[in-house]
């Protein structure tokens, strides 16, 4: 990739704990939306249920058993969309690059990264997805795997603007969270 293309935008930054932060919170983000969803939806049937069996005299036994039920259904469900992992710090401390300074160059062809743990070049048809938050861009290579490029590490929003225009023509599915 050459370096002197005019659409060229260099990103550099120091992956600290607060962009480790920033990425895993972005990218639980939709995990946590669907949680809450279950848990409304689940919320309001259990309500109805109970509403139905007191208009037609059920007995209050069956249906408190029975709301039982929904709620360890919900809990259930629910735990299966929770983000994992609440210590945040110690994942972060098991991190080969943590600290590490990451170098990236984005052009027409794709991406070339740098850090102090290696390098190397990806092409924009390895990116499945990419996601943009109000803190950065997410490129997914792997529903699990992503580059994250936080905001802050552009040196203008101008080179941030010129970023997302480059990721909205090269990678098929962008989407924009800015909630």
Same mark, same amino acid.
């Given at each position: 990739?050459?370096?002197?293309?005019?659409?060229?935008?260099?990103?550099?930054f120091?992956?600290?704990?607060?962009?480790?932060?920033?990425?895993?919170? $972005? /990218?639980?983000?939709?995990?946590?939306?669907? /949680?809450? %969803?279950?848990?409304?939806?689940?919320?309001?049937?259990?309500?109805c249920?109970?509403?139905?069996?007191?208009?037609?005299? /059920?007995? !209050?036994?069956?249906?408190?058993?029975?709301?039982?039920?929904?709620?360890?259904?919900?809990?259930?469900?629910?735990s299966? &969309?929770r983000?994992?992992?609440?210590?945040?710090?110690?994942?972060?401390?098991? %991190?080969?690059?943590? $600290?590490?300074?990451?170098?990236?160059l &984005?052009?027409?062809?794709?991406?070339?990264s740098?850090?102090?743990?290696? !390098?190397?070049?990806?092409?924009?048809? /390895?990116?499945?997805?990419?996601?943009?938050?109000?803190?950065?861009?997410?490129?997914?290579t792997?529903?699990? %795997?992503?580059?994250?490029?936080?905001?802050?590490a552009?040196?203008?929003?101008?080179?941030?603007?010129?970023? %997302?225009?480059?990721?909205? !023509?090269?990678?098929?599915? &962008?989407?924009?969270?800015?909630?």
């Amino acid at each position: 990739m050459l370096d002197s293309e005019m659409s060229a935008v260099r990103v550099s930054f120091r992956y600290d704990l607060s962009h480790y932060l920033s990425a895993c919170r $972005n /990218a639980t983000r939709m995990a946590r939306r669907v /949680a809450t %969803i279950i848990l409304g939806v689940g919320t309001l049937a259990a309500g109805c249920y109970v509403w139905w069996n007191v208009r037609h005299d /059920a007995s !209050s036994r069956t249906t408190g058993f029975s709301v039982l039920l929904c709620w360890v259904f919900m809990c259930v469900t629910i735990s299966a &969309f929770r983000p994992k992992g609440k210590n945040w710090r110690r994942q972060f401390d098991r %991190i080969p690059h943590k $600290n590490a300074m990451f170098e990236y160059l &984005f052009c027409a062809e794709g991406m070339e990264s740098k850090t102090d743990v290696g !390098s190397g070049s990806l092409k924009w048809s /390895a990116f499945s997805r990419a996601q943009e938050t109000r803190d950065g861009v997410l490129l997914y290579t792997h529903p699990q %795997i992503f580059h994250w490029m936080p905001k802050t590490a552009f040196q203008s929003d101008s080179e941030y603007q010129r970023f %997302i225009d480059l990721v909205k !023509s090269s990678v098929q599915a &962008f989407k924009t969270f800015h909630s």
